[in-house]
């Protein structure tokens, strides 16, 4: 059990982030990072054809999985391998769908979302911890290392758990590294659905920000010292 600084205790003890869309944003896009491996298998595809496909082919196969994400590592890759196969359209040699996969564990294929780093060390000045809450698998925590994101005293993924948020059981880890309340935690995330979901659910309170714009530091801590 983590015990939190007594200097940060106020009414919020424990910042968690999603990440995709909240920290970090795929580079250059998926429907590029798609068609580039497919490229190195020869063959072509039009990046902005699988961007476009990509959005229903994620949809249709989140509705129908059993734990959408995945239930662990491997029901993770098989998830994902059927959303690459759907939002090609076509039967992929088994090569390109495990790679673009498998490409996804790159740093390179990230980038770091305007205001993250700023706000990070905004609030780890503050002595409060920080935590990661992401329906992702096993690639997120060596990535976000990579990235030089943190610190993060954890990073809890959906895989491992078995269960993705908005599950309120998603956040209960966390409420007993730190001995912390859900009432006391301040979750960032991009999504109205599971972040919300998740707050609404565990009765955390959820700091929403725009898919893909970044985090602003200044708002943070101005949700943080007005609670």
Same mark, same amino acid.
């Given at each position: 059990?983590? $015990? ?6 106020? @009414? ?5 982030? !999603? ?5 970090? %944003?795929?580079? +250059? =896009?998926? #429907? ?7 490229? %190195?298998?020869? &063959? ?27 239930? !662990? ?15 090609? =359209?076509?039967? &992929? +040699? ?14 390179? @294929?990230? @980038? ?15 002595? &409060? +911890? ?18 030089? &994101? ?5 990073? /809890?993924?959906?895989?491992?758990? #078995? ?8 956040? $209960? ?19 109205? @659905?599971? !972040? #919300? ?5 565990? #009765? %955390?309170?959820?700091?929403? /920000? ?18």
């Amino acid at each position: 059990m983590t $015990q939190v600084d007594s200097a940060a205790q106020g @009414r919020f003890r424990l910042v968690t982030f !999603d990440a995709h869309n909240t920290l970090i %944003a795929p580079y +250059p =896009g998926i #429907g590029a990072v798609y068609a580039e491996v497919a490229r %190195a298998y020869g &063959l072509e595809r039009d990046a902005a054809s699988l961007d476009a496909q990509f959005p229903a082919a994620f949809r249709t196969t989140h509705a129908e999985w059993p734990v959408p994400y995945g239930a !662990d590592e491997d029901d993770a890759r098989a998830f994902w391998i059927r959303v690459v196969g759907r939002t090609f =359209g076509e039967p &992929l +040699p088994n090569e390109v769908a495990w790679e673009c996969y498998d490409t996804f564990a790159m740093a390179g @294929r990230w @980038r770091v979302l305007p205001g993250v780093r700023e706000t990070l060390a905004g609030l780890a000045a503050r002595g &409060l +911890p920080l935590a990661v809450i992401s329906n992702f698998d096993a690639r997120l925590p060596p990535l976000l290392a990579a990235l030089e &994101l943190g610190p993060f005293a954890t990073v /809890v993924v959906s895989a491992t758990l #078995g269960t993705a948020k908005p599950d309120p059981a998603t956040l $209960q880890p966390l409420l007993r590294q730190f001995a912390c309340p859900a009432g006391a935690v301040l979750h960032i995330g991009d999504s109205e @659905r599971e !972040d #919300g979901g998740l707050c609404v659910a565990s #009765g %955390a309170h959820w700091f929403p /920000v725009t898919p893909g714009a970044g985090i602003s530091l200044a708002a943070v801590l101005a949700k943080l010292d007005g609670w």
